[in-house]
């Protein structure tokens, strides 16, 4: 069985930072590329961050370009993925959402893949 869990979300100022984690079990992981969503009240789930299957090629949205960095860890039975938040904004304010084994071509911001995690809330005061 596949599960995706996400966690590392919380509250914190403006300007501060976060690490989100998202561990990736029950399937072949290490050989496809995950990515990070993220999902604001009243507002459509946008990408923010992918990374491919080795790491050695990812992706940014120019909202969080210079500040959020994505990384991975292809262990034998677990991938988790990692998604380091800094000078974090009001407007980062989201559940954010770890997804696996994209069905479109790199790097899948329309959201097509196969296996998503429960999501975390990651609240930015102002």
């Known amino acids: 069985q596949v599960h995706l869990v996400e966690s590392g979300g919380g509250l914190v100022e403006a300007g501060g930072s976060l690490r989100l984690s998202c561990a990736a079990s029950?399937?072949?992981?290490?050989?496809?590329?995950m990515g990070w969503f993220r999902q604001a009240p009243g507002k459509e789930r946008d990408a923010v961050a992918a990374i491919n299957w080795s790491g050695s090629n990812t992706y940014y949205d120019d909202s969080v370009k210079g500040r959020f960095t994505i990384s991975r860890d292809n262990a034998a039975n677990t991938v988790t993925v990692y998604l380091q938040m800094n000078k974090l904004k009001p407007e980062d304010t989201a559940v954010y959402y770890c997804?696996?084994?994209?069905?479109?071509?790199?790097?899948?911001?329309?959201?097509?893949?196969?296996?998503w995690g429960q999501g975390t809330q990651v609240t930015v005061s102002s």
């Open positions: 029950g399937r072949t992981f290490s050989s496809k590329a």
């Open positions: 997804a696996a084994d994209p069905r479109s071509t790199w790097p899948a911001v329309d959201g097509r893949y196969n296996y």
